[in-house]
């Protein structure tokens, strides 16, 4: 079971990027997948989480309206667009399947490897 997450990269205050996260070995078509942040010196921070069909989705309340994460099923794929990016926005961002409690906490079963996304001003 592999989560890979790819579309890290370095963007100017104000652009977008879309990150990619690939589940393989299994079928995720019904789990809850989320997107954690983590900047250095810091802890893991909730961004984003769907439940399997799309229907719901929550953020948190830094990146709420800048921040979306659809999922294609067919690919077993979930992606977070981001928005109005902003410099605090710069950290690792990892991708994760199954909460193992409360889909904000970051204790998930599976882990992507996490990708670098940094924002310049």
């Known amino acids: 079971v592999q989560l890979q997450a790819s579309g890290g990269g370095l963007v100017q205050a104000g652009g977008s990027l879309r990150l990619s996260c690939a589940a393989s070995?299994?079928?995720?078509?019904?789990?809850?997948m989320g997107w954690f942040r983590q900047a250095p010196g810091k802890e893991r921070e909730f961004v984003a989480v769907?439940?399997?069909?799309?229907?719901?989705?929550a953020y948190g309340d830094s990146v709420k309206g800048r921040f979306t994460i659809p999922r294609d099923n067919a690919k077993n794929t979930v992606y977070l667009q981001m928005n109005s990016l902003r410099p605090e926005d710069t950290a690792v961002y990892y991708c994760?399947?199954?909460?193992?409690?409360?889909?904000?906490?970051?204790?998930?079963?599976?882990w992507g490897q996490g990708t670098q996304v940094t924002v310049s001003s």
């Open positions: 994760a399947a199954e909460p193992k409690t409360v889909w904000r906490d970051p204790t998930y079963n599976f």
């Open positions: 070995g299994r079928t995720f078509s019904s789990t809850v």
């Open positions: 769907i439940d399997w069909s799309g229907g719901m989705t």
